[in-house]
C-alpha cells in the first residue's frame, strides 16, 4: 500500500505517502473505499494510521528495506454510518478516530428538496463555478493569523473528564466465542486518557478557527455530539 512502501521509487527513492503529510492534513472524500477493500488490505492501512497516530513509524519489509519516519499529520475524512460494521471491535483496541454524525432528515420532502436541487445544478452547468466558490470560502477561512492558543478554564476540566470516561465506557466491548456467543472474559475498556487529549485538542481547534481567545460551553456542546458520534451508535439509542 501506499502509506508506507517497501518497494524503490524512481531514482530509488521512497514512494511512501506517510512522510509527505508530515505537518499536513489528509482529506478523503469517501473513506468507505478503503473500508471496502479485503480486509487484510483494510486491516493493513487501519493499523498503519493507528501506528502513526503518536507521530512515530517503523516497518521493515521482507525486501530488506526499513522505513522510520516522524510524521504528524490530521486525518478528515467523509464515510458512511456503515463503517460501524467494519469498525466493529476496533474500539477496545483503541480506534483513532472522532465521528461527527451530520443531523439528517430522511423524509420525503427534505429528499425531494436535495434532489430538486442536484437536477437543478446539472442543467445549470454550475457544477465547477460551485467548486470554485467552495474553495476560495476554504481559503478565505484559513487564511488568518490565528494566534496563541485559546484558555480553557479550571470549570471546564470536569466536563472534559467525564466526556473521555464516557466515551470510553461506551466503546468497550465484552469478548464472546465466535460460535457459542457466551462470554469469555470482563469487558476491554480504554484508558480514557488518549480521548481527553483528543477531545481537548479538537476542542481547541474549534475555538482557534472560531477566531475566539477561550473555550466557551457552545464549543463544548459541539464536542458533546462528536463524543455521541464517536460511540457505536446503537447505544446512542
Known amino acids: 500500500n ?41 486491516d493493513a492501512i487501519i493499523s498503519q494510521f493507528r501506528d502513526a497516530y503518536d ?16 510524521s504528524k499529520f490530521g486525518v478528515l475524512a467523509g464515510v458512511t454510518p456503515n463503517k460501524e460494521m467494519y469498525l466493529e471491535g476496533g474500539s ?16 420525503y420532502e427534505a429528499n ?16 465547477d463555478e460551485m467548486r470554485g466558490e467552495l474553495r476560495a470560502v476554504a481559503e478565505e477561512a484559513l487564511n488568518h493569523n490565528f ?18 470516561q464516557w466515551t470510553s465506557i461506551m466503546r468497550g466491548t465484552v469478548p464472546r466465542d ?9 469487558a476491554l475498556i480504554e484508558k480514557p486518557t488518549r480521548l481527553l487529549i483528543q477531545f481537548v485538542k479538537l ?3 474549534i475555538t482557534t478557527f472560531r477566531q475566539l481567545d477561550k473555550v466557551t460551553k457552545t464549543e463544548l456542546r459541539l464536542m458533546n455530539r462528536i463524543v455521541t ?3 457505536p451508535n446503537h447505544l446512542n439509542h
Open 2 to 42: 501506499t502509506l508506507i512502501s517497501g518497494s524503490p521509487g524512481s531514482g530509488g527513492g521512497d514512494p511512501s505517502l506517510l512522510p509527505k503529510l508530515d505537518g499536513k492534513i489528509l482529506t478523503l472524500k469517501d473513506f468507505t473505499v478503503i473500508l471496502d477493500m479485503m480486509q487484510h488490505a483494510r
Open 55 to 70: 507521530g512515530k513509524c517503523e516497518k521493515a519489509f521482507g525486501t530488506g528495506a526499513e522505513r522510520h519516519y516522524n
Open 92 to 107: 477496545a483496541m483503541g480506534e483513532r478516530f472522532l465521528s461527527y454524525y451530520l443531523k439528517e432528515d430522511a423524509s
Open 112 to 127: 425531494k428538496r436535495i434532489m430538486r436541487k442536484a437536477m437543478q445544478n446539472i442543467l445549470s452547468g454550475v457544477k
Open 147 to 164: 494566534g496563541s492558543q485559546p484558555y480553557l478554564s479550571d470549570e471546564l476540566y470536569e466536563p472534559c473528564f467525564a466526556l473521555a
Open 178 to 186: 465466535k460460535y457459542t456467543k457466551q462470554i469469555t472474559r470482563k
Open 203 to 205: 476542542t481547541l481547534g
Open 229 to 231: 458520534g464517536t460511540v
